[in-house]
């Protein structure tokens, strides 16, 4: 069995145990342990030296009980079906959490969006949504950036969606540039909701972030975002890595210089010797533990190395079920990732409340919502791990799990 295929099954298997949890049926789980509908598309494009290629897209909407579906679109040559329904499904796990009126949904095309011009990526993205146009809308199931998409994507995915139905739609995608509607905030909400959680759990085990040791694996987007705000915070960023390797300085890493170098060189691990491997990162003796980099990262194999008291994963699945089981036993406080990397769905509601009502928030009015969100979330999935002695993870899945399940039943589907 792939590893991706694993994260469908092992989500399927912590749902079933959330809704056992809750006291429903095996009825209920059979409807949403696939996504409701999934929809595959052939997109043809013409390439800029006048050959056409097709391209495979995929758009999957988990369940729609709570409201239309919601979730991102990734650009990646290795995507598969697996990996987009169980993305799909972590995203209703996710809306459920904070609180939101969706349902799970997830696109991706398998493109390598490093080979394409500028122009080629503009007719892709066109041509993907006038692939999936029935089946999307403001109203149905709204798209967002994911990997590889940017503002820019999300604009001509926005213009096509507009002219095919004659009207302007900003509320038809989130992600987009403050010009055409984007929220302020959006940028480093993922980030910024990964960084509250952290804040919430160090409270929980009376660490102080000011001063505090921490690891991040992944200088990406989310890592470095999220190194930038606890280095603005006070803490100590020791290592941070990429796939090459890792940067490691017990007395903390200047993060506003590696910054600047990234900007300039695209990597910085290449820049420098005496890198540590990505394994030997886990051995690190810190406070924080932040994952931000591939799934299956934290195995039985290395689980018992740990010596961070919190491990946030800001990446999607960076820890099996069997390594989250050891980290509980050794006192570790897990933010898992449907709570951790929360902020960004958060933020794009926003951006879509705000597109629907036609007023437009300041970025102070969106991170004290976001805030405000967050911190009932963490409270509401560490008071039933604390209250029924689950681990973190079975705690969310309860808590995002739980208004799908009620909604179904409302609405008669079981």
């Known amino acids: 069995m792939s590893e991706k295929s694993n994260l469908v099954t092992s989500t399927q298997n912590i749902i079933e145990e959330a809704l056992y949890k809750l006291g429903y049926d095996e009825g209920l789980y059979e ?33 729609s009980s709570v409201g239309p579906t919601k979730g991102g679109v990734r650009f990646h040559p290795d995507v598969d079906e697996n990996e987009v329904k169980a993305l799909s499904m972590w995203m209703t796990l996710k809306c459920g959490i904070v609180n939101l009126p969706y349902g799970g949904g997830k696109g991706a095309i398998q493109c390598d969006p490093h080979n394409m011009s500028k122009t080629e990526l503009e007719r892709l993205s066109r041509g993907f949504v006038r692939a ?57 909400a993922t980030a910024l909701g990964a960084v509250i959680t952290i804040e919430e759990a160090a409270k929980r085990k009376n660490i102080k972030i000011k001063g505090s040791r921490v ?31 890792a940067l490691y300085d017990p007395d903390g890493l200047d993060i506003d210089h590696l910054l600047e170098l990234r900007k300039e ?68 406080l897990l933010i898992p990732d449907v709570l951790a990397s929360a902020g960004g769905v958060t933020v794009s509601y926003f951006e879509w409340v705000q597109n629907n009502q036609g007023l437009y928030w300041t970025e102070k009015e969106v991170n004290d919502l976001l805030k405000e969100k967050m911190v ?37 589907w079981v």
């Open 132 to 188: 999936i146009s029935q089946i999307v809308g403001p109203s149905k199931d709204i798209p967002a950036p994911d990997v590889y998409t940017d503002a820019q994507i999300m604009s001509w995915m926005m213009d096509e969606y507009s002219l095919m139905h004659k009207v302007n739609a900003p509320n038809f995608i989130t992600g987009k540039p403050i010009a055409l509607g984007g929220s302020l905030g959006r940028e480093q």
């Open 31 to 63: 409807l949403i342990k696939e996504p409701a509908r999934f929809l595959k598309v052939r997109i043809p494009v013409k390439m800029d030296d006048g050959s056409v290629q097709t391209f495979t897209g995929y758009r999957s909407q988990h369940n």
């Open 376 to 412: 009932e979330a963490f409270d509401k999935v560490y008071e039933i791990s604390q209250s029924r002695h689950l681990d973190m993870r079975l705690s969310a899945y309860v808590v995002g799990v739980r208004r799908t399940a009620e909604a179904t039943r409302f609405r008669g």
């Open 215 to 245: 690891v991040i694996q992944g200088f990406g987007n989310a890592g470095s975002f999220i190194a930038k705000i606890l280095h603005d915070k006070g803490a100590k960023i020791v290592c941070i890595s990429e796939s090459r390797g």
């Open 265 to 332: 060189h695209g990597r910085i691990t290449p820049l420098f010797d005496n890198l540590i491997t990505n394994s030997e990162l886990f051995e690190i003796d810190c406070d924080i533990l932040v994952p931000a980099a591939l799934a299956n990262q934290i195995t039985t194999q290395n689980a018992g190395d740990i010596k961070a008291t919190i491990v946030a994963e800001a990446a999607n699945g960076p820890t099996t079920q069997e390594a989250t089981r050891i980290l509980t036993e050794n006192g570790v």
